[in-house]
T-cell receptor
Framework: ETGVTQTPRHLVMGMTNKKSLKCEQH?????MYWYKQSAKKPLELMFV???????ENNSVPSRFSPECPNSSHLFLHLHTLQPEDSALYLC???????????????FGPGTRLTVL | AQSVTQLGSHVSVSEGALVLLRCNYS??????LFWYVQYPNQGLQLLLK??????LVKGINGFEAEFKKSETSFHLTKPSAHMSDAAEYFC?????????????FGQGTTLQVKP
């Protein structure tokens, strides 16, 4: 595997289900991101992790719970979602920005989530 | 605070015509600027980036963009459109110095290429 991978690619869940999205990067990066992409809305940054530490939570509802066990893996745990949470969820990674470098982000293909 | 405005949510050109996608940014510090492309059912792919070196930046697939500080613009161009260029294009900005890892994206421009 190369680049950033995401599983599953498609997910349909009911409002009472619990599911998890997985992201893995094979680029040796230290920063990872979750984005939400809804129809006709700009990309919304949800969470940022740098060296496994969460550095940004963009006022995301608690029904979304991220987990970053190491610099290569990022999870998004989902529970009691709402139909309006249906969207494409994108994971990205980049070099850490501690050294002041630019953070070119590399994206995975996304998970298309449908909440019934 | 930083922001990005993409002028025109939908642009339509004929195959072989010039492509021009507009992006204006707002930043109180020297910015880094990016253009990404997203094909249907895929993630975002970096087309090109400006990181305070040359103001004219060449990217993949024949695209280029010019950083104009006086106009706070970073428009994307391609001399001759191909059918395969049909996609969604996103402009993004991040801080230069004092980078905090955050990318701010524009709302996106859908490029349609007509035969």
């Amino acid at each position: 595997e190369t680049g950033v991978t995401q599983t599953p690619r498609h997910l349909v869940m009911g409002m009472t289900n619990k599911k998890s999205l997985k992201c893995e990067q094979h680029l040796g990066h230290n920063a990872m991101y979750w984005y939400k992409q809804s129809a006709k809305k700009p990309l919304e940054l949800m969470f940022v992790y740098n060296f496994k530490e969460q550095t940004e939570n963009n006022s995301v509802p608690s029904r979304f719970s991220p987990e970053c066990p190491n610099s290569s893996h990022l999870f998004l745990h989902l529970h009691t979602l709402q139909p309006e949470d249906s969207a494409l969820y994108l994971c990205a990674s980049s070099q850490d920005w501690v050294a002041g470098g630019f953070n070119e982000q590399f994206f995975g293909p996304g998970t298309r989530l449908t909440v019934l | 605070a930083q922001s990005v405005t993409q002028l025109g949510s939908h642009v339509s050109v004929s195959e072989g015509a010039l492509v021009l996608l507009r992006c204006n940014y707002s930043s109180s510090v020297p910015p880094y600027l990016f253009w990404y492309v997203q094909y249907p059912n895929q993630g975002l792919q970096l087309l090109l980036k400006y990181t305070s070196a040359a103001t004219l930046v060449k990217g993949i697939n024949g695209f280029e963009a010019e950083f104009k500080k006086s106009e706070t613009s970073f428009h994307l161009t391609k001399p001759s459109a191909h059918m395969s260029d049909a996609a969604e294009y996103f402009c993004a900005v991040s801080r230069g110095s004092g980078n905090t890892g955050k990318l701010i994206f524009g709302q996106g421009t859908t490029l349609q290429v007509k035969p």
